[in-house]
């Protein structure tokens, strides 16, 4: 046997929106929800990768493989032509940027929120692309210690990296070009290309670039956590690890460690407090490379270098060689040894208080203040280089390329950011009434004083810098950001079923001019929870249940007129075939069935279009158009696509349904048509459903409309027995 239990789980999740907390079933606006559960077991080295597929309508897209590189995250697509396309970050209650996000420990995290469109709204201007609203795991009261430790261990190469062609593909390729070209003197003679195809004689050995640059290389990651807490107390401990090793040969990679302490208490029966702090230092570290790309280079040299060039003169590795036009694509000498580091560190740490009073019953004031302090170091040398060639003549290695400008720089600097959010949350409900509402104003104020010096070494061996051999210092000052912002949200609901919410920002940003500084941001949305109607309470029951109180509904409110139908006159005749229904429908006059097949091809510009159409429910009818004011459908879902479910106002036999598409397209026999009477048969197991589209017409069916008809009663066709079976290709 098979059982079907309701998940009431899902449905009273709690979800975490902006400034608070609502029930998954209570929301109104666009806000996905991603759990810690759906992440937890799957080894990703970030929580932007985490995120990657687990949030419809958001796209992650990482923009190389560096180790430890930035994820662009995309909610419902660009919003900006020329700005960022970010969506604003939100951890633990703190606005935050991209950095703060992509560099969480993932075991950390607790919930994701996704708020898109208008539900971002109370985020004011820096919530036009969506936000992302993360809360971190706080332990729970009385629970006992708990210690889990989480280790990962993997390896990644360029799977997906097209190779570049070989020798022998380059030179026949090359070959057959110049041959259409119409050119007689070729480059590769007959003979050389025999050598090359050969790959033995010196100066004919091909060479594999793809192989020396591009390698498979571990990653890691380790985390250990604590947590509990008492009838008062509740915290949370984390301490984790992780490295990752760059695909490039001997190039690198990125590091980062992680803490993250959270811990809440109640003082008094009122007042509960908290605290956090999430810190980490990262680390990136590579050669030297010239170019503004450091990953960039080797990407282009494993195409742009020619499988007939090597990496080194005489294949002497002392000897590095020039290999295409641009010197910095032959990887023989992009090495911490040849060509220099650079190293990138940042030491971050966020701080945060919160209080939580209640001031009387349903009303609460909140408090939090935070402190954000991220260091950043940066040093980069290039040195000097020297590229040879090989005189066979003279076995010597004369210099044809040399670089005799070395780059060294350094970045100093740090972001500081001071945040304050008050806030006042009343929730009460008075009878079926329940009405919610927070309002606060927050502040952020950011400082990101930043040197730059750039200085010109005398020699390679030279790593510190000294006055003499600086030439640029550049101080970036404070370049301090304010931000001042109102927010509002108030929200009311009916009986759990009708829901109403506006919410609005009066936000003012240091970006714009003192008179155009401060900005207005309001959204509104309303819902309807038809799971609290009672057909799907009755529907929990089950289906006959649901259809019986629809169909005494339907006959109470006067739609079906008992008045009418009891005018009809039906039997049951036993026939050789077996017994025969038979009525005479007297509350209905028929259509002309000439009528019937025009109207199929007639465009009609009339509202609503036709009396199956989804805007009869409550129409008050014309002169050519009954009234439908005391009517109301049942929204259903058949083949993925919104359709309704209604009694047909003259009953045939026992609750005689019509299932109607929701839009206005005509009836036909398809594929897709069994889809949607099998689909309503696992809604409503006791009903038979069919269709009459592409039959001779009878009676006063609307052929525009696409549409079945149905019951629960069973006719003596059904009970006949099976003369002969058939199979429709393709409709198996």
């Not at 041959?179 to 590769?188: E, P």
Request: proline share 5%.
């Amino acid at each position: 046997k098979i059982y079907m239990q309701e998940a009431t789980a899902e449905i009273d999740e709690v979800v975490v929106v902006g400034y608070g907390t609502t029930r998954k079933k209570d929301l109104t606006g666009s806000v996905v929800s991603v759990k810690t559960a759906e992440i937890k077991d799957v080894p990703f080295m970030s929580v932007d990768d985490a995120l990657a597929g687990k949030a419809a309508g958001v796209a992650v897209v990482k923009a190389d493989g560096s180790p430890g590189g930035a994820v662009r995250i995309r909610i419902r697509g660009g919003a900006s032509l020329l700005g960022t396309n970010d969506p604003l970050y939100v951890i633990d209650g703190v606005q935050s940027d991209a950095g703060q996000f992509n560099n969480i420990d993932f075991n950390d995290i607790e919930s994701i929120s996704v708020l898109k469109d208008a539900s971002a709204a109370i985020y004011g201007v820096r919530a036009a692309n969506g936000v992302v609203v993360v809360n971190t795991k706080k332990g729970k009261r009385n629970t006992k210690n708990t210690v889990s430790l989480n280790a990962y261990y993997g390896w990644q190469n360029p799977s997906t990296f097209p190779k570049p062609a070989d020798a022998a593909t380059y030179i026949t390729n090359y070959i057959q070009s110049e041959t259409v070209q119409g050119k007689t003197d070729y480059t590769y003679s007959k003979e050389d290309y025999q050598k090359w195809l050969a790959g033995k004689e010196k100066g004919y050995v091909p060479f594999d670039w793809y192989d020396f640059i591009w390698e498979t290389n571990p990653q890691y990651y380790l985390n250990a956590n604590i947590s509990g807490g008492s009838d008062k107390t509740n915290y949370y401990v984390s301490v984790g690890h992780m490295s990752q090793d760059a695909m490039i040969v001997n190039y690198g990679g990125f590091k980062r460690t992680n803490v993250q302490m959270n811990i809440d208490t109640q003082i008094t029966s009122r007042l509960k407090v908290g605290a956090s702090m999430n810190g980490r230092i990262e680390e990136r570290k590579n050669p030297g490379v010239p170019e503004a790309d450091d990953y960039w280079m080797p990407r282009f040299g494993t195409y742009r270098n020619l499988p007939t060039k090597r990496p080194f003169a005489n294949d002497n590795p002392k000897y590095p060689t020039l290999t295409s036009s641009n010197a910095a694509t032959n990887f023989g000498w992009l090495n911490y040894e040849l060509s220099g580091e650079y190293k990138e560190t940042w030491r971050v740490a966020q701080l945060q208080a919160t209080a939580e009073y209640d001031i009387f019953d349903g009303l609460k004031a909140k408090a939090l203040v935070g402190y954000y302090l991220a260091y950043q170091q940066m040093n980069n040398q290039e040195y000097t280089y020297k590229l040879y060639g090989y005189d066979e003549a003279t076995d010597t290695y004369p210099v044809i390329f040399e670089n005799n400008n070395p780059w060294r720089e350094r970045r100093v600097g740090h972001n500081e950011e001071l945040m304050s959010n008050i806030q006042l949350s009343y929730n009460k409900r008075f009878g079926d009434h329940n009405v919610a509402a927070v309002a606060g104003v927050e502040s952020i104020k950011r400082d990101t004083p930043t040197s730059w010096l750039h200085a010109i070494p005398t020699a390679n061996a030279l790593h510190l810098i000294d006055y003499e051999t600086m030439d640029t210092y550049n101080d970036e000052g404070n370049e301090t950001e304010a931000r001042l912002g109102w927010m509002f949200r108030g929200n009311y609901d009916y009986a759990n079923k009708y829901l109403v919410e506006f919410s609005a920002r009066y936000d003012g940003s240091w970006k714009f001019p003192p008179d155009h500084r401060w900005g207005f941001f309001p959204s509104a949305s309303v819902g309807w929870r038809i799971s609290e109607e009672n057909f799907w309470k009755e529907y929990a029951k089950s289906p006959e249940d649901a259809t019986k109180f629809y169909y005494d509904f339907s006959q109470n409110s006067n739609y079906i007129r008992r008045d009418r139908i009891k005018k009809d006159m039906k039997w049951v005749v036993p026939s050789e075939y077996g017994d025969i229904d038979i009525t005479i429908n007297l509350s209905k006059p028929e259509k002309d069935p000439k009528a019937i097949a025009a109207a199929k091809n007639s465009t009609s510009v009339s509202y609503p279009k036709c009396q199956l159409c989804m805007e009869n429910e409550g129409y008050a009818g014309r002169i050519n158009h009954p009234a439908r004011e005391n009517h109301r459908i049942i929204p259903i879902k058949i083949n993925d696509c919104d359709w309704g479910f209604q009694y047909s106002p003259y009953v045939y036999y026992n609750e005689h349904c019509i299932v109607f598409s929701g839009t206005h397209t005509p009836m036909k026999i398809e594929k897709a048509t069994f889809i949607k009477l099998f689909d309503f048969i696992k809604l409503m197991p006791h009903y038979f459903l069919g269709s009459n589209a592409d039959l001779p017409i009878v009676g006063g069916s609307i052929l525009t409309h696409d549409h079945f008809q149905g019951g629960h009663y069973t006719f003596a066709m059904a009970k006949a027995d099976s003369i002969k079976t058939f199979k429709v290709k393709n409709y198996e």
